[in-house]
């Protein structure tokens, strides 16, 4: 071995990392210290680069194995460029799914601070429908338009708070008024409400692809959506609809 060597004790104060951490780097093939006949650990320069490879490659986050293996076989790991647009495309992809735990996190506490506590159920179906964003932005943007797809989903945290409220606003119009009719004066204008809101989102492309979209993908949307009714309030939703349509026509979201 080149150069001055350290003990144990010695090497963990020059480099900052305590003598566990380096009994465990040895244990899993990171560190290779030379043995005297003693038994003591004698570490060299060589053992310092290493570890300052492994705490550099550490903080970017890969993992030891990957490490161990770029250190002490790196005939079988691809250069350090490529490790490195690998791990800044990882690195991304978790940043992405942090700040959309972030943005979650803020609009449930937003919809608590303003309607105060809510069913377990209901929080967990917001949750669920939260986390199906990405999908349901997709389904939008294929099969209605990338204007709808942008004014619904690529909005402010603000809004998309806003448009929590109104979701569940309207969760609970439908469970209370379906204990009545379908056609009172009050499920109309409810309907009406959230049909001229649904109207403001729609472009024109929008509200044409609709009448086309086959079946098949109504189910798909479906299964990417959860609703809080039961199969009674889904009869009665769509009773109510059904009304609403005959009478005043939907403002053209039927048209063709």
Do not use: C
Not at 157 to 176: C, G, I, S, Y
Not at 193 to 217: C, G, M, S, W
């Amino acid at each position: 071995m080149d150069g001055a060597t350290y003990t144990i004790g010695k090497f963990a104060e020059l480099s900052g990392i305590p003598i566990r951490t380096l009994h465990y780097y040895e244990e899993v093939g990171l560190l290779r210290p030379r043995r005297l006949p003693s038994g003591h650990r004698i570490y060299g320069t060589t053992d310092l680069i290493d570890l300052q490879k492994i705490m550099g490659l550490k903080s970017l986050g890969f993992s030891l194995e990957r490490i161990r293996r770029f250190i002490h076989h790196p005939e079988s790991e691809m250069n350090l460029a490529e490790s490195l647009k690998m791990q800044q495309q990882a690195l991304k992809s978790a940043r992405a799914e942090l700040d959309k735990s972030l943005e979650i996190v803020g609009r449930m506490l937003t919809l608590l601070q303003r309607e105060g506590e809510l069913e377990d159920d209901m929080i967990f179906l917001l949750l669920r429908n939260m986390l199906r964003e990405d999908k349901q932005r997709g389904w939008v943007a294929e099969h209605l338009s990338e204007e709808t797809a942008t004014a619904l989903f690529d909005i402010s945290q603000d809004a998309a708070a806003e448009l929590d409220r109104e979701t569940l606003a309207f969760a609970h119009a439908v469970k209370r008024l379906a204990a009545g009719e379908p056609d009172t004066a009050e499920a109309e204008d409810m309907l009406g409400f959230y049909i001229q809101r649904l109207l403001r989102v729609l472009d024109d492309k929008a509200i044409t692809n609709f009448a086309l979209i086959p079946e098949e993908e109504h189910k798909h949307l479906n299964q990417l959506v959860d609703m809080p009714f039961d199969e009674r309030e889904i009869a009665w939703l769509d009773a109510a609809l059904a009304h609403y349509a005959s009478k005043y026509g939907l403002h053209g979201i039927d048209r063709e």
